[in-house]
């Protein structure tokens, strides 16, 4: 059962705009959720994260948003450049854990 | 600082054979997690070693097994292997008993089972 969801396989974006990333989850417990950017060939790289106690948290270009009534996250990311194109893919875990449950990835394509 | 390293880079078994894949963590980390990362989806736990033992299990049968060696490095065992095994196996270290943020990946191994 995929406790976390991102329903977006894909998006595209024009360089300079703002790209949002979204990402839904169905377990109440979670209370620490993160963001990963993949580029081929590599591991994922820890991009941002946020705590449930938080419903925001900025680290410059990037932007976590938490909806905790409505299990819902996003990433945005303003303004958009070429180099941000990967595969992102969020994650959450419950505090008394340290096993972090992934969801299926957004291909991010920002277009020069 | 050669990050996280983990070798093969690829490997292709038949069914029912076992494999051995290996991580070396970050300088400094001593925790250790594997994930499994099939066609299409997310890194999926699979395990995670602390001080030489298994500390947290992910919902992978006992044909998964590892071992984490005092130098911190680790290897991800599998057994009996399934045509459903093929993935991209990551390693990840981290210097404590993980918060995401300090969690570090390998770049993986390709398994392919025919």
């Known amino acids: 059962d995929q406790q976390v969801k991102q329903n977006s396989p894909s998006l595209s974006v024009q360089e300079g705009r703002i790209s949002i990333l979204n990402c839904d989850y169905t377990?109440?417990?979670?209370?620490?959720f993160l963001w990963y950017k993949k580029y081929p060939a590599e591991g994922p790289t820890f991009l941002i994260s946020?705590?449930?106690?938080?419903d925001k948290n900025e680290d410059g270009r990037f932007t976590v948003f938490l909806n905790k009534s409505a299990k819902h996250l996003s990433l945005h990311i303003v303004p958009s450049q070429p180099g941000d194109s990967a595969v992102y893919f969020c994650a959450a875990s419950e505090d008394s854990g340290n096993q972090f449950y992934f969801g299926t990835g957004t291909s991010l394509t920002v277009i020069p | 600082d050669a990050g996280v390293t983990q070798s093969p880079t690829h490997l292709i078994k038949t069914r029912g054979q076992q494999v051995t894949l290996r991580c070396s963590p970050k300088?400094?980390?001593?925790?250790v997690s594997w994930y499994q990362q099939a066609l299409g989806q997310g890194p999926q736990f699979i395990f995670q070693?602390?001080?030489?033992?298994?500390?947290q299990r992910g919902n992978f049968p006992d044909r998964f097994s590892g071992h984490q060696f005092p130098n911190y490095s680790s290897e991800l065992n599998v057994n009996a292997l399934l045509l459903g095994d093929s993935a991209l196996y990551l390693c990840?270290?981290?210097?404590?008993?993980?918060?995401?943020?300090?969690?570090?990946f390998g770049p993986g191994t390709r398994l392919t089972v025919l």
């Open positions: 377990n109440s417990m979670f209370d620490y």
């Open positions: 990840a270290s981290s210097p404590s008993l993980v918060r995401g943020d300090t969690q570090y």
């Open positions: 300088s400094g980390h001593d925790t």
């Open positions: 946020i705590s449930s106690i938080k």
């Open positions: 070693y602390y001080e030489e033992e298994e500390r």
